[in-house]
Structure formats: structure tokens, C-alpha cells
């Protein structure tokens, strides 16, 4: 086994039988990552292990093994299994030939693989550096990061804290946690001259310390753009999940002037998927962050302008421009406007439940909260996909999870390839049937009460975690009496608008409002804010693609 010199850095580990192949991968790794990372080689999987062992020992860090799946002994898959129990955090990859990459997909399940890649990785600038770099991406924005950047010190169960490293997270800005009642946080405390009255206390890596910082603070001082660069743009694009990066992403690549407003962080609600499965493009599967932290770097790429943490409260029609009012007043105008505002998490209304949130109880947060949740016991409610996924992402990193369902069954609400793992993991137990009617404790969450539906007995449970998806609703009524919507605030557009063949009232123009228009002209809703969207993160892409497409048509004859 060949090892470079111990320097302080973070590790890429690659392990293949074959040498050749061994010291090819190694040689592509150390081109592009040598001088970030000491790239470590292996030619067996034990030998590999007992690399990783020693290096645990030495404190090292390890961002990313890259494992040969056709190994004797110990395949690729085992390799990774025991991999993980030294370095649960490190990102894995697994290399394997055409004919085994029905073991790979079967790996994901087993070992949370992140990627596999095919043999031959020529050129590796293509095949193997991006996905590289996005294992990199990944493991830098989890709790297994180097420390010299952004630290947060705060209590486990204050939800400000909790409320700070979920938004650090969603911006895929590093961040490392420590506790305040921890020796080292305590340090860092004292270091900064704070104390813990005012938690959290965010240190950035050029050392400033912003005590209880509101998102926009954070915003400005870990570099994300917050106020618009111009007065006017072709195209603003109002919420940045996957309609909106999409619609950006198209937008400016096509070369409209195009601005996307964010009210807390990209990757609206797939951001904060542990696993989507069904996306086109991804066998494998992606993890909400990765997807969104690619579109968000393809976006800036093409030049489309993200600020975050700006909520949009007010939309203002006055002849062809469409003015955009923030929340402290200002404005942007232009000549189009994409509304992709999504959805957000309904609230579970029981007794207790919100004065706990952030304090144990958590809205969509399973990524963030992960690492805690680890060895603990934790209830989930909800019985559709998304509380799915977080049942299985959890359980894999090692929580024992109840998934609370307040229906019969799971089949009506959750797709057939979650239920199967839901079932198949152990660690899983689903209570049908069953309702949170009460949650209490004094400063975190302590207990449960939870209702059976069919004998409206109640049981007290003692519980320490709960995560809340059941279902969410549009956020719209900023556009009330400005544009068309639903009954339930979803937006109107294209020929849901047409009322027994005609035309919207107020409508201005001979022609009907395009197919993703609503019924102000040159403003258009794409994704989970339109009414009979498909709530997908695929129709959302495409739908922002599409409005994209339709804003041309409207500016063509403006
Ligand atoms: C946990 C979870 C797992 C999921 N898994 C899958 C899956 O596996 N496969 C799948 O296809 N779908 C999945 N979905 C559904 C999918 O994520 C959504 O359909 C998709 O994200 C919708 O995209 P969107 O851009 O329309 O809206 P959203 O993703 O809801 O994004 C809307 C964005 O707009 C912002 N915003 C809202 N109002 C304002 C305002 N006034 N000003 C500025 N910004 C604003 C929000 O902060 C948000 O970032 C999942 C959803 C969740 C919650």
C-alpha cells in the first residue's frame, strides 16, 4: 500500500485490487485534488481498512472513499459497510463495470451509496471529477467538516440555534456545530466574548462574531448576495426551489437579465429531500442538497443573479412593467415575473406543539438534525413520501424511528418502492391509526400524547425527536386581489382561467393567457404554486423551463 506523506489535510481514499487500475485512480485523484487533499491508495479491501483505522487513530479527516466494487474477499459494497462504521461521514462512491451495476443500485440501500461510476472514467474531467467534486460538496456542508470555517455555537434544544444551522445548511455553507454546554464551546464563547445569553453565536471564518444573527446578517456575512444589482430586469423569478433555479437557469441562459429572489434558501422544499428517487438522470438517486447546490452553481454559471433571504410580500401591475416589493419596501421592476413560491409545511395544530418547535419538535429538518438523532429514539408523523424518506434516512443513520400515520395503511399515500424499504428496515416501526394529540416539556421536548382513531384511548410517550411532514399549502395570499387563485391559494393559470370558454374578467388582451400564464399578463406560476401542478421536482423543473419558453413569446410582442 502506497501513502502520501501525513499532512493536515482531509483524505480522498481509493481502493481497487487491480494496481493498475489502483494507480490510475490515484494519479486522476491527485491531478485535480492533490494539493486540497492527501490522496490515499489501496490495493485490497482490507488493506484499505486497516488505513482508514490508523488514520481514525491519528484524528485524520476522511471526506470521500472511491471503492472497486469486484474485490476478492471483501466486494466493494462489504468494503464500504465496515468503511462506514470508522468514517460514517465520509462520502462514498463505488467503481464498477457495466455488468455490476445492478449490484451498485442495490448498494444504495445497503451502504447509503452516494454514487457509483463506470469503468472507464475517461476523461475524468467528464466522468469522474463532477462527481467527485459533488462528494467533496457534500461532505463539506455536513457535521464532518474541517473546522476552520463558519462555527455555531448554541444549545441542542434552542430553536434560533436549530432555526441558524438548518439555514446554513440549506446555503451549503460550511458550518461546524458545538454545544455551548461542551468544553469547546464553551472556549469559543469565552474566546469571543460572549456568553450564553445570547445563543447562537455564529464565528465566521474571518473571525467576526454575530450574536442571535437574523438570516439576512448571516446572508451578508458568509458571502451570499442579498440586494438586487439592478433596478430592472427582463425577468424575476420569485422563489428559488426547483421551478425557480430552473426557470433562472433557462432564463439567463438564454440571455434575459434575470434576477431569482429567495426568501430563506435555495432548493425550496427537494433541498431538504434526504434521498429523491424518481428524478430523471439520477439511477442512484439524489440527495436534495447535491441537486440544488449543482443547480445553484449551473445558475451562476449562465449568469442568473440569486439573492436570498429576501421575501417578496408584494406584486404591483402598472402598464408593461410588473414591480416586485420586498419585505422592507423596496422594489425591483421588470418586464416578467415567474411566480415559484411552492409550498410550505402545514403545522401540526396540538396542544404544546408549537411552543416545542425548533426544541425538538422539527418541520422538514431530518438532514439537519440527522447527526443528533443518531442512537436515539425518534417519532416521525405523516404517512406520505416525504415522511417516508425521512423514516429510512434516519433510520440509516442510526436513530430507532416510529412513523405515526393517522390512516389505516400506507398504500393509499406513499410510493410502493418506500414502502418496501420502510418495511424492510428494522429499525422502523409504522403505528397506523394513530394522532399527536398533545406534546409537552419544559424547555425541549419530553412527551407525547398520541391518540388510536379507532378506540380514542391516549398513551403518553416519552420522546426527545419529532419530525412533522403532513402535507403543506401555498402561501399566496400577498397575491390577493392582484391574481387569480383557488379556493385553496393555489395560482390559476393558462386554461384552468377560462370559465365556459372565456376569457379571465379584467383580462387586457384578444389573445388567452398561455399555458403556465396567469391572469395578469407576462406573469407566470410554475411548479407546486400552480393550481393541478404535479408536485414533483420534475414537472417543477420543466414547468420553469417551459415558463422560460412562454416569457419569450410574451416579450416577443410587448
Ligand atoms: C421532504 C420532501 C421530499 C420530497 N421528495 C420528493 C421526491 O423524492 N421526488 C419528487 O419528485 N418530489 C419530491 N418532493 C416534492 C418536491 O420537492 C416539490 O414538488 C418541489 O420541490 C416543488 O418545487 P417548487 O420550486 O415548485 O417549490 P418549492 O420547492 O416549495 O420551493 C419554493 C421556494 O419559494 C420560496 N418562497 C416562497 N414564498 C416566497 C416569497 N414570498 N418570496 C421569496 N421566496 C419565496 C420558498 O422559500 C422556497 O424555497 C419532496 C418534498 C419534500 C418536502
Not at 413560491?341 to 425538538?360: D, I, M, N, Q
Not at 393558462?494 to 395578469?520: F, I, K, M, N
Amino acid at each position: 500500500m502506497e501513502q502520501a506523506p501525513a499532512r493536515p489535510r482531509s483524505a480522498i481514499l481509493t481502493v481497487d485490487d487491480d494496481p493498475d487500475v489502483s494507480r490510475a485512480v490515484a494519479r486522476d485523484l491527485r491531478r485535480r485534488y492533490g494539493e486540497q487533499h492527501r490522496i490515499v491508495r489501496a490495493e485490497s479491501a482490507e488493506a484499505a481498512l486497516d488505513a482508514l483505522r490508523e488514520m481514525k487513530l491519528r484524528g485524520d479527516l476522511v471526506a470521500v472513499i472511491l471503492a472497486d466494487y469486484r474485490m476478492p474477499q471483501l466486494n466493494g459494497i462489504e468494503f464500504l459497510e465496515r468503511a462506514m462504521d470508522i468514517y460514517p461521514g465520509a462520502r462514498r462512491a463505488l467503481l464498477t463495470a457495466y455488468a455490476d451495476t445492478g449490484a451498485a443500485i442495490d448498494a444504495i440501500n445497503v451502504v447509503d451509496l452516494d454514487y457509483y461510476l463506470l469503468k472507464p472514467w475517461d476523461p475524468p474531467e467528464e466522468k469522474l471529477y463532477p462527481v467527485v467534486d459533488d462528494l467533496l460538496a457534500a461532505w463539506l456542508s455536513s457535521d464532518h467538516r474541517p473546522v476552520p470555517e463558519t462555527k455555531v455555537i448554541g444549545h441542542r434544544w434552542s430553536a434560533r440555534s436549530s432555526e441558524v444551522r438548518e439555514f446554513l445548511a440549506r446555503n451549503q455553507v460550511p458550518y461546524r456545530w458545538f454545544g455551548s454546554d461542551q468544553p469547546e464551546g464553551r472556549q469559543l464563547l469565552a474566546a469571543a466574548a460572549a456568553d450564553d445569553r445570547g445563543l447562537p453565536v455564529v464565528i465566521t471564518p474571518d473571525g467576526s462574531t454575530l450574536i442571535q444573527p437574523s438570516d439576512a446578517e448571516l446572508a451578508g456575512k458568509v458571502g451570499l448576495a442579498t440586494t438586487p444589482a439592478e433596478k430592472f430586469y427582463d425577468l424575476i423569478v420569485i422563489g428559488g426551489g426547483p421551478a425557480g433555479l430552473g426557470a433562472a437557469l433557462y432564463g439567463a441562459s438564454e440571455g434575459l437579465r434575470t434576477v431569482l429572489v429567495e426568501r430563506t434558501a435555495t432548493g425550496g422544499q427537494a433541498g431538504q429531500s434526504s434521498r429523491i428517487e424518481n428524478y430523471l438522470g439520477f439511477p442512484e438517486g439524489v440527495r436534495g442538497d447535491q441537486l440544488t447546490s449543482r443547480a445553484r452553481r449551473q445558475a451562476d454559471k449562465f449568469g442568473a443573479e440569486v439573492l436570498t433571504t429576501r421575501e417578496v410580500t408584494a406584486l404591483q401591475v402598472g402598464g408593461s412593467a410588473r414591480t416586485v416589493r420586498f419585505a422592507d419596501g423596496s422594489t425591483i421592476d421588470g418586464h416578467t415575473v415567474i411566480l415559484a413560491t411552492g409550498v410550505s409545511y402545514r403545522k401540526l395544530g396540538a396542544p404544546g406543539l408549537a411552543e416545542l418547535t425548533g426544541r425538538g419538535i422539527y418541520y422538514g429538518s431530518a438532514l439537519t438534525e440527522a447527526t443528533s438523532c443518531a442512537g436515539q429514539h425518534v417519532f416521525i408523523v405523516g404517512g406520505a413520501n416525504s415522511a417516508g424518506q425521512a423514516a429510512v434516512y434516519l433510520a440509516k443513520n442510526g436513530a430507532s424511528v416510529t412513523l405515526l400515520v393517522r390512516g389505516p395503511s400506507l398504500e393509499k399515500s406513499m410510493s410502493h418502492y418506500l414502502i418496501e424499504q420502510v418495511e424492510g428496515m428494522q429499525a422502523i416501526t409504522v403505528r397506523t391509526c394513530t394522532e399527536v394529540v398533545a406534546a409537552h416539556g419544559t424547555d425541549h421536548l419530553e412527551q407525547l400524547t398520541l391518540r388510536d382513531a379507532n378506540t380514542s384511548e391516549t398513551e403518553d410517550v416519552d420522546a426527545q425527536y419529532l419530525f412533522v411532514f403532513i402535507g403543506a399549502a401555498p402561501m399566496t395570499d400577498w397575491l390577493d386581489g392582484v391574481l387569480a387563485r383557488d379556493d385553496h391559494g393555489f395560482v390559476l393559470t393558462g386554461p384552468d382561467l377560462l370559465v365556459g370558454g372565456q376569457l379571465p374578467p379584467g383580462w387586457p388582451l384578444d389573445r388567452a393567457p398561455y399555458h403556465l400564464e396567469t391572469s395578469v399578463p407576462g406573469v407566470f406560476a410554475a411548479g407546486d404554486v400552480r393550481a393541478e401542478s404535479a408536485k414533483r421536482v420534475a414537472s417543477a423543473v420543466g414547468e420553469g423551463a417551459m415558463a422560460v419558453m412562454l416569457v419569450h413569446r410574451y416579450l416577443e410582442q410587448l
